[in-house]
Each structure stands twice: as structure tokens, then as C-alpha cells.
């Protein structure tokens, strides 16, 4: 089963959580009293509908949603007197398991809670975001939503946390799909589906399939917006996940009535759409009830009750709609219970109860409740307007079109004004990180030159091998690393045999070209332990790293017999090289002055000898 904050709980078109903290005893069985009668039910059967699939969850069954008093109570406090304050790591689990048990207000607070603790670490902080966004998306606040999941997902992208990354993914889709910005949303699902197939993850590949669905038939493309939520629906099933097994038929389901909507809107046929809808989203609620989830299955079950109306399956859409919004009640989700009245005057309507369905469409119109919520009353307004103006009632018909023509522009400048707002704030989050990226480049850039000429005031600049500067700071620690492990340390003098007859009789480019050719043979004989320097002219050092002054005279031997075996005549045709050596092993506490000079001293008495040849330095500086 995936974590709790895994994914978002679906939704039907524009709900959204209770503002308002959930009902008490007394009001809960008030409204049990209150869905009888306005849905009509049958007590024969005990107040459980034996014909559908997994009967009435009755209000002693439901889960009791979380108290104020239980939110808001001070820590425990030890033995010692100090209060016990919950590490960042036990809020935000707790702020995950709020989204999951649909108690959104209080996950938001505890994500603020640990975004304002200095001590947050970034991975923290992402994973307080990535929940904060998920929060607000269910609180329909949608800015805010973008603005965090955009933040999170530059932790989660920047450490190659794939899951994470598909995750908020996942919320800034809905987020977008939700204010009808479907281009961003498309981006995201996208984006959504190839991190969870990167991350091997099928449970974030079905959230992603899923949320791909729901964007594709807000995009007008039903058939592939189908064959998404069957992907998706397939794949749930491979999985031990409740929670993506009943999203997946409730999805499915509203894409179907989104459906049998538009084949109604032409005037054609919906009875496949409807069916298959109507099948799928029965297996939504048996899902819900199986997992005693209240939020599920109302939300299952006001899908359910919109398949029925298209159908004219009134007596049914309306139990279920009473039943729903029971459940919506008992459990404080205001905006649910909202939309099944909506749903019961909807049924009122259809069965031709035109009075009926008015005067709870205007007892709807007159809570200031409903006011907040715009969406709600252009539907209201609407069909406020269509009913009276075919009843005759003009006055009144003119006064909600007015109304709902009041409505419609604000609802379109809000909707505008959240689109711009959600697009800059997309637009500075994405240019902070380009600047970001910018600074680090930049300092990335800083540092290479730094590097480079760092390099170059120590490397001789013909041979490219380390100079003298490059010596005087490299062989103190050489020196000191040797003494303190008690490793031998060699230095070899090795100069160019008549050099000077090199570039009388050839000239100085070819010298130049001896040289970087000599710098390359004691590059290949050396080691990486090894330090070899041009120290000036035809002049070079090398360092042996423990080394002993026997294996030394091996490698100078094989060093010289390379500059006699090397192919000169490349360079210049008639020319042969050779080289002397001098070798000093490193005495306890010497000099590198005293040293290297018994080093010098031992090349020019090889020089003395007759050249090409290695001469082991004496007591004598």
C-alpha cells in the first residue's frame, strides 16, 4: 500500500473540502432526520438499499473526523517539567496522514508548522512543500498550490528523487487542470508519467496514468482520455493499493459521465457511456465501503448520482444523492453536501416538479454558504433562469440571467486573474532557478579560470610540466608524507646531453621540440606518486615517491635507454638525444636545498663520467 501522502484522494469537478470544523452528535443525527425526508427513502428495508452493491454505511460505521480540541492540544509534558516538542520528521508524517484521512486545514498548518522551523533540512523542506501543495490544491487554492509544488520539485528534480518528482507532478496538473490552464497541465502529466516510469514505480505510474486521463478529457480527447483511465485501472489492479483502486473506478467513472454529458449536448447516443459509467462507479462505492472510507464513497457516490440522472434513473440518483450528503454532513464536507442538493434539485427538476425544484434551487441561491462558491451559482442561476422563463415567469427570469451575466464576468475575471497569477508565479519560480543555475555556472566558470590560472603560473608553459613554483609547494609535503611513513624518497637531476649543439646546429624551434618530447618520456616513466619538474633549460627533477635508491637507478636506466631508443629523427632528420642523471635519496632530517644539491652534484659528475649514464650522489652537498 503507498505511504499516505503518496497521492491526492480524487475529486468530483470543483469540490473541495469543509471550511468548517465537522458537525456534532446532535447535528449529525439532525441530519439523518433531514436526508430521510428530503430523499425520499424507504425505511423497509432498514434504511440500507439491498440492491446496490454494498449497501447503506450507516452514520455509527463512519469514522469520526478529527475535533478542534484533538488539533489544537498543547504537547505532553515529562517528568522533568519540559514539554515534549515532535520532531520535524513525526509532523510531517502526521501532515501526511491528514491528507489522507481528508483533514486538509490541519495538514496545511502542520506543513507552515515545519517550513517556519530554523532547523528544517532541505529534504524536509521539499517534502513539507510537496505536502503543503497537496493541501492547498484540496483547500482550492490553487496559487499557492503551484507555488510550493514548484519548489519541491526543484529539491526532488536536483537530487534525482524520481518518485517525488512524478508525485508533485501529479498535484501541479490538477492544480492546473482545476483553473482550466490545460497546456501546463498536459506538461505535468507528461512529466508525471516519465519519472514514474523512470523510477520502475507502478503505483506512481497509475497516478500519472490517471491524472493523464482526467487532463486528455478536459482537452476534449474523450477516447484517449478512456483508454488512459483503463490503463490505469489495469494497472491497479496489479497493485496492493485500496487507495488507487477505488481512484481509479471513481475516475474512470466521471470520465464516462463527462462523456454521456457531451453525447447529450449533440443529441446522441449515451447508453454505452452511461452504462459502463454507471457499472465502474458502483464499483467505486463497493471500494469505499470496503475500505470504511466516508470521503470516498460520497464523493463515489455524487458521481454515481450524476450517471443516474443522465440515465433517468431519478428514484435512485435521488437516494443516493440523500445518502451521500449524510454521510457529507455527518463528517463536516460542506462543499459535497452543497453539490447533493444541488443534485436532488436537479432530479426535482428533470422529473418535471419544476416548483419543487426552484424553491430549493432558491433556498440554495439564499445560503451564504453557497455564496463562496461561484462555480455552484452560475449552475444555479442557470437553471433558475431556464425554468422560469419556460414556466412564464419572466420577472424573475430576467432577474437571474442578470445575476448569472454578474456572475459569469466575474467568474471569468477571477479565472483570469488566477490564470495570470499562477502563470507568473510559474514564470518567476522558473526564473529564479535560471538564475540560479546562472550564479552556479558562473561560479562554476569562476572556478575553472581560477583553476586554470592556478595552473598556469605553476606549469611551465613550453613542456606543460610543473616549474619551479609548482616545486617549491608540492615537495615540502612530499618530503614531510615520506618521513612520517617512513617511505623512501628519491630526487633525479636529469638534463639534456648537448643541448646547446641541438639548437646551434638545428635552431631553437627544434630545441623546443626535443623539450616537449623529453617532458612526454618522463610523463610515461613516472608515476602518479611521482613529481616531475622542469626546472629550467634542459634541466628537469623528478621526485620518486617511495622509492629506494636501488629501484631509482632501474627507473633512471630505463628513462635513459628511452631517450636513446626514441625515434628522433621525427623531430628533425640527423638528430639523436641522450640525457645524464643524477640520483640523491632524501637523508632524516635534510635539507631540500642540501639534497637536491647532492642531486646536482651527482649530474654534473655524470656529465664528467661521459654523459648518458647515472651517477649516485656522495656524502658532499
Same mark, same amino acid.
Given at each position: 500500500?503507498?505511504?499516505?501522502?503518496?497521492?491526492?484522494?480524487?475529486?468530483?469537478?470543483?469540490?473541495?473540502?469543509?471550511?468548517?470544523?465537522?458537525?456534532?452528535?446532535?447535528?449529525?443525527?439532525?441530519?439523518?432526520?433531514?436526508?430521510?425526508?428530503?430523499?425520499?427513502?424507504?425505511?423497509?428495508?432498514?434504511?440500507?438499499?439491498?440492491?446496490?452493491?454494498?449497501?447503506?454505511?450507516?452514520?455509527?460505521?463512519?469514522?469520526?473526523?478529527?475535533?478542534?480540541?484533538?488539533?489544537?492540544?498543547?504537547?505532553?509534558?515529562?517528568?522533568?517539567?519540559?514539554?515534549?516538542?515532535?520532531?520535524?520528521?513525526?509532523?510531517?508524517?502526521?501532515?501526511?496522514?491528514?491528507?489522507?484521512?481528508?483533514?486538509?486545514?490541519?495538514?496545511?498548518?502542520?506543513?507552515?508548522?515545519?517550513?517556519?522551523?530554523?532547523?528544517?533540512?532541505?529534504?524536509?523542506?521539499?517534502?513539507?512543500?510537496?505536502?503543503?501543495?497537496?493541501?492547498?490544491?484540496?483547500?482550492?487554492?490553487?496559487?499557492?498550490?503551484?507555488?510550493?509544488?514548484?519548489?519541491?520539485?526543484?529539491?526532488?528534480?536536483?537530487?534525482?528523487?524520481?518518485?517525488?518528482?512524478?508525485?508533485?507532478?501529479?498535484?501541479?496538473?490538477?492544480?492546473?487542470?482545476?483553473?482550466?490552464?490545460?497546456?501546463?497541465?498536459?506538461?505535468?502529466?507528461?512529466?508525471?508519467?516519465?519519472?514514474?516510469?523512470?523510477?520502475?514505480?507502478?503505483?506512481?505510474?497509475?497516478?500519472?496514468?490517471?491524472?493523464?486521463?482526467?487532463?486528455?478529457?478536459?482537452?476534449?480527447?474523450?477516447?484517449?482520455?478512456?483508454?488512459?483511465?483503463?490503463?490505469?485501472?489495469?494497472?491497479?489492479?496489479?497493485?496492493?493499493?485500496?487507495?488507487?483502486?477505488?481512484?481509479?473506478?471513481?475516475?474512470?467513472?466521471?470520465?464516462?459521465?463527462?462523456?454521456?454529458?457531451?453525447?447529450?449536448?449533440?443529441?446522441?447516443?449515451?447508453?454505452?457511456?452511461?452504462?459502463?459509467?454507471?457499472?465502474?462507479?458502483?464499483?467505486?462505492?463497493?471500494?469505499?465501503?470496503?475500505?470504511?472510507?466516508?470521503?470516498?464513497?460520497?464523493?463515489?457516490?455524487?458521481?454515481?448520482?450524476?450517471? #443516474? &440522472?443522465?440515465?433517468? /434513473?431519478?428514484?435512485? %440518483? $435521488?437516494?443516493? @444523492?440523500? +445518502? *451521500?450528503?449524510?454521510? =457529507?454532513?455527518?463528517?463536516?464536507?460542506?462543499?459535497?453536501?452543497?453539490?447533493?442538493?444541488?443534485?436532488?434539485?436537479?432530479?426535482?427538476?428533470?422529473?418535471?416538479?419544476?416548483?419543487?425544484?426552484?424553491?430549493?434551487?432558491?433556498?440554495?441561491?439564499?445560503?451564504?454558504?453557497?455564496?463562496?462558491?461561484?462555480?455552484?451559482?452560475?449552475?444555479?442561476?442557470?437553471?433558475?433562469?431556464?425554468?422560469?422563463?419556460?414556466?412564464?415567469?419572466?420577472?424573475?427570469?430576467?432577474?437571474?440571467?442578470?445575476?448569472?451575466?454578474?456572475?459569469?464576468?466575474?467568474?471569468?475575471?477571477?479565472?483570469?486573474?488566477?490564470?495570470?497569477?499562477? #502563470? &507568473?508565479?510559474?514564470? /518567476?519560480?522558473?526564473? %529564479? $532557478?535560471?538564475? @540560479?543555475? +546562472? *550564479?552556479?555556472?558562473? =561560479?562554476?566558470?569562476?572556478?575553472?579560470?581560477?583553476?586554470?590560472?592556478?595552473?598556469?603560473?605553476?606549469?611551465?608553459?613550453?613542456?606543460?610540466?610543473?616549474?619551479?613554483?609548482?616545486?617549491?609547494?608540492?615537495?615540502?609535503?612530499?618530503?614531510?608524507?615520506?618521513?612520517?611513513?617512513?617511505?623512501?624518497?628519491?630526487?633525479?637531476?636529469?638534463?639534456?646531453?648537448?643541448?646547446?649543439?641541438?639548437?646551434?646546429?638545428?635552431?631553437?624551434?627544434?630545441?623546443?621540440?626535443?623539450?616537449?618530447?623529453?617532458?612526454?618520456?618522463?610523463?610515461?616513466?613516472?608515476?602518479?606518486?611521482?613529481?616531475?619538474?622542469?626546472?629550467?633549460?634542459?634541466?628537469?627533477?623528478?621526485?620518486?615517491?617511495?622509492?629506494?635508491?636501488?629501484?631509482?637507478?632501474?627507473?633512471?636506466?630505463?628513462?635513459?635507454?628511452?631517450?636513446?631508443?626514441?625515434?628522433?629523427?621525427?623531430?628533425?632528420?640527423?638528430?639523436?638525444?641522450?640525457?645524464?642523471?643524477?640520483?640523491?635519496?632524501?637523508?632524516?632530517?635534510?635539507?631540500?636545498?642540501?639534497?637536491?644539491?647532492?642531486?646536482?652534484?651527482?649530474?654534473?659528475?655524470?656529465?664528467?663520467?661521459?654523459?648518458?649514464?647515472?651517477?649516485?650522489?656522495?656524502?658532499?652537498?
Amino acid at each position: 500500500m503507498s505511504a499516505p501522502d503518496d497521492q491526492l484522494a480524487p475529486l468530483p469537478a470543483g469540490a473541495t473540502v469543509p471550511s468548517e470544523p465537522p458537525a456534532s452528535d446532535a447535528v449529525r443525527a439532525g441530519a439523518d432526520v433531514m436526508a430521510d425526508g428530503i430523499a425520499d427513502l424507504s425505511l423497509a428495508d432498514g434504511g440500507r438499499d439491498l440492491d446496490l452493491p454494498s449497501g447503506f454505511v450507516e452514520i455509527a460505521d463512519l469514522p469520526v473526523p478529527t475535533s478542534d480540541a484533538e488539533l489544537h492540544q498543547q504537547p505532553p509534558v515529562d517528568g522533568a517539567g519540559f514539554a515534549r516538542r515532535p520532531t520535524i520528521d513525526t509532523i510531517l508524517d502526521e501532515c501526511a496522514k491528514a491528507n489522507q484521512d481528508g483533514q486538509h486545514h490541519a495538514g496545511a498548518a502542520q506543513a507552515e508548522q515545519v517550513l517556519a522551523d530554523p532547523f528544517i533540512t532541505p529534504a524536509q523542506e521539499a517534502r513539507a512543500r510537496q505536502l503543503l501543495s497537496g493541501h492547498r490544491l484540496r483547500l482550492g487554492e490553487f496559487e499557492a498550490s503551484v507555488r510550493h509544488g514548484l519548489l519541491a520539485l526543484e529539491y526532488l528534480s536536483a537530487s534525482g528523487d524520481l518518485v517525488g518528482q512524478s508525485k508533485v507532478h501529479c498535484i501541479l496538473a490538477l492544480a492546473f487542470h482545476e483553473t482550466a490552464l490545460e497546456e501546463p497541465a498536459l506538461s505535468h502529466v507528461l512529466g508525471a508519467l516519465a519519472a514514474a516510469r523512470a523510477s520502475g514505480s507502478r503505483t506512481a505510474e497509475f497516478w500519472a496514468l490517471s491524472r493523464s486521463s482526467m487532463v486528455h478529457q478536459a482537452l476534449g480527447d474523450a477516447d484517449r482520455s478512456i483508454e488512459l483511465g483503463r490503463q490505469a485501472l489495469a494497472l491497479a489492479d496489479t497493485i496492493d493499493d485500496p487507495e488507487a483502486a477505488f481512484a481509479a473506478r471513481n475516475n474512470l467513472g466521471d470520465s464516462y459521465l463527462e462523456i454521456a454529458r457531451a453525447h447529450r449536448a449533440k443529441e446522441e447516443d449515451a447508453s454505452v457511456a452511461l452504462r459502463d459509467g454507471i457499472a465502474v462507479t458502483r464499483a467505486a462505492v463497493t471500494q469505499a465501503v470496503e475500505q470504511r472510507h466516508a470521503f470516498y464513497e460520497t464523493i463515489a457516490r455524487t458521481n454515481l448520482v450524476g450517471l #443516474l &440522472i443522465e440515465r433517468g /434513473e431519478y428514484a435512485e %440518483a $435521488r437516494r443516493q @444523492a440523500g +445518502r *451521500s450528503k449524510t454521510i =457529507a454532513i455527518t463528517n463536516g464536507y460542506r462543499n459535497l453536501a452543497v453539490n447533493n442538493d444541488a443534485q436532488l434539485a436537479e432530479v426535482a427538476r428533470a422529473e418535471g416538479r419544476v416548483d419543487l425544484a426552484c424553491a430549493m434551487m432558491e433556498a440554495q441561491v439564499a445560503d451564504p454558504s453557497v455564496a463562496e462558491d461561484a462555480a455552484l451559482n452560475v449552475k444555479l442561476h442557470r437553471a433558475l433562469y431556464q425554468m422560469h422563463q419556460a414556466a412564464g415567469r419572466f420577472e424573475q427570469a430576467l432577474e437571474h440571467h442578470e445575476q448569472l451575466h454578474v456572475l459569469m464576468l466575474g467568474l471569468t475575471r477571477q479565472t483570469a486573474g488566477l490564470q495570470s497569477r499562477m #502563470l &507568473i508565479n510559474s514564470l /518567476e519560480i522558473e526564473q %529564479a $532557478r535560471h538564475e @540560479a543555475q +546562472r *550564479s552556479q555556472l558562473e =561560479a562554476e566558470m569562476q572556478r575553472i579560470r581560477a583553476e586554470e590560472l592556478d595552473k598556469q603560473a605553476h606549469s611551465d608553459p613550453l613542456t606543460r610540466l610543473p616549474n619551479r613554483r609548482a616545486l617549491d609547494r608540492q615537495l615540502p609535503e612530499m618530503m614531510s608524507s615520506a618521513r612520517e611513513r617512513s617511505e623512501p624518497l628519491c630526487a633525479v637531476m636529469v638534463d639534456m646531453d648537448h643541448f646547446k649543439q641541438v639548437n646551434d646546429e638545428h635552431g631553437h624551434a627544434t630545441g623546443d621540440r626535443v623539450l616537449t618530447t623529453m617532458a612526454t618520456i618522463l610523463g610515461n616513466t613516472t608515476r602518479d606518486t611521482d613529481l616531475a619538474v622542469r626546472v629550467g633549460g634542459e634541466e628537469f627533477l623528478l621526485v620518486l615517491g617511495n622509492t629506494t635508491i636501488d629501484q631509482a637507478v632501474q627507473i633512471c636506466e630505463r628513462l635513459l635507454g628511452e631517450v636513446r631508443n626514441h625515434p628522433w629523427g621525427v623531430v628533425t632528420a640527423g638528430l639523436h638525444c641522450t640525457a645524464s642523471v643524477g640520483v640523491a635519496l632524501l637523508k632524516p632530517d635534510e635539507s631540500v636545498s642540501r639534497w637536491l644539491g647532492r642531486a646536482d652534484a651527482a649530474l654534473y659528475e655524470a656529465k664528467a663520467s661521459g654523459r648518458n649514464r647515472v651517477e649516485l650522489a656522495g656524502s658532499r652537498a
